[in-house]
């Protein structure tokens, strides 16, 4: 596999480095760019590895503080995002970056092979490895990825005794792929270590379930559910068998059932229903590290850029209700690191039929950024620096206290003080 590392980046086209940095710089409120170089502080929390190769009962008790990882996506470019000049997020640009540590020049390598996509880009985060990947199956236009190192939550459960219900994933509705995201086939690591997953799909299924059980339904019914089930069963051929949440996740089924019913058409859809998820399950769950799969600006594959910057907008809203429901819960308010990363970035090809597709390797495809608040981060400080988004996995380890060892990058240090 051949890797080209990104030694730099290419900032807005048209524009200077300089002239764009000192755009966020005055958008975040600071006179000028910092490193705030610090401590990393790893392993503050748990001690390296400290439970591994531990059972349950014998890992030590986590006590580290809890983050709240945020994919920025599905596919965004910095241009509408954190140039202050020409944001659709002004919550994200101007206040949050404000109290944080933004890394306005994150790359996505070139690597060969490589795709700039939300499953790959998914992957990238949670592993903090670049990979290519193909469908488990060789599927048609399937993104069942499985990734060979472990993800953040395989890590964070193996040195600590934390629930499969205390590590979430919040998916969309409409991309049960993403399902696949919660654990690596690596030795010593994998399902039992595997996150839980929260969903409209995961929802359904829960639903179908349930109807199957308590029985009362005709023949025919009967028959056309446990078909749905079985087709649904064929999304993760990994967890034939053993495809029942934990028991805090079916009572907490029970209750979303209880406010908005079965028909799934009263809960809010897209993306406000990952918010609506992200919200209750922070409450009733009490989540140690929690991931939130935004995605619907990607429906600029259609063509329309509104879906885009709309989409940009929603995700932004959501950020900040999230935001503000830590601020507000005691429990949570000075022990949660929120880290907001897109899972890619977008063209920038002014000339194509269909604006700011992301599979072409366009330069601008590979342009993130990363933005990272709460206690223990710098605050108002923007680094001046090209980082890889690979590096969040090894920092996300270093705000929880465990080393993600199998890690390509590295702890972005100049965000912690
Ligand atoms: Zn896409």
């Not at 933004?102 to 985060?125: A, C, K, Q, Y």
């Not at 409209?200 to 379930?209: M, P």
């Not at 880290?339 to 090809?349: F, K, L, Q, Y």
């Not at 605050?379 to 270093?398: M, S």
Request: net charge neutral.
């Amino acid at each position: 596999m051949q890797i080209r590392k990104a030694t730099r980046d290419h900032l807005p086209q048209g524009e200077g480095r300089r002239d764009f940095l000192r755009r966020v710089a005055v958008g975040v409120g600071v006179a000028g760019l910092g490193m705030g170089l610090a401590d990393a502080g790893c392993g503050r929390a748990l001690g390296q590895e400290a439970g591994v190769g531990l059972g349950v009962e014998e890992r030590p008790e986590f006590r580290g503080r809890r983050v709240m990882l945020i994919r920025f996506g599905g596919g965004v470019r910095r241009r509408e995002t954190i140039d202050p000049a020409h944001t659709h997020a002004p919550f994200v640009c101007r206040e949050l970056a404000a109290r944080g540590t933004l890394f306005p020049r994150m790359v996505i390598d070139l690597m060969e092979g490589l795709n700039t996509s939300h499953g790959e880009g998914t992957l990238n985060i949670l592993t903090g490895r670049y990979d290519r990947y193909r469908d488990v199956e060789d599927g048609f236009l399937k993104a069942r990825y499985e990734p060979k190192v472990p993800t953040l939550f395989e890590y964070l459960r193996k040195a600590a005794r934390v629930g499969a219900h205390e590590t979430l994933i919040i998916n969309g509705e409409d991309r049960p792929d993403e399902e696949f995201y919660s654990f690596s086939n690596h030795a010593g690591y994998g399902i039992d270590y595997r996150a839980n997953v929260l969903s409209l799909y995961r929802f359904k299924r829960w639903l179908l379930e349930r109807r199957l059980v308590e029985g009362g339904i005709s023949e025919a019914e009967r028959r056309s559910r446990t078909e749905a089930l079985a087709k649904w069963e064929q999304a993760d051929p990994r967890l034939r068998g053993v495809s029942r949440q934990s028991p805090e996740l079916e009572a907490f089924w029970e209750r979303w059932e209880g406010t908005y019913g079965g028909s799934g058409l009263v809960n809010p859809r897209g993306d406000r229903l990952l918010t609506a998820l992200a919200r209750r399950a922070w409450k009733e769950l009490r989540p140690r590290l929690l991931m939130v799969n935004y995605n619907d600006c990607d429906y600029v594959h259609w063509g329309y850029m509104s879906h885009y910057t709309t989409g940009i907008a929603v995700m932004d809203e959501g950020v900040r209700e999230l935001v503000a429901m830590v601020e507000a819960d005691p429990e949570s308010r000075d022990n949660t690191v929120v880290v907001i990363v897109p899972d890619c970035g977008r063209d920038s090809n002014p000339l194509a039929s269909v604006p700011c597709q992301h599979h072409f390797n366009s330069v601008s495809a590979h342009e993130i950024f990363a933005l990272i608040q709460g206690p223990g981060i710098g605050r108002g400080t923007v680094v001046d620096k090209v980082v890889r988004q690979v590096d969040i996995a090894p920092t996300v380890g270093a705000v929880m206290g465990f080393r993600a060892e199998h890690a390509e990058g590295r702890v972005l240090e100049e965000a912690l003080v």
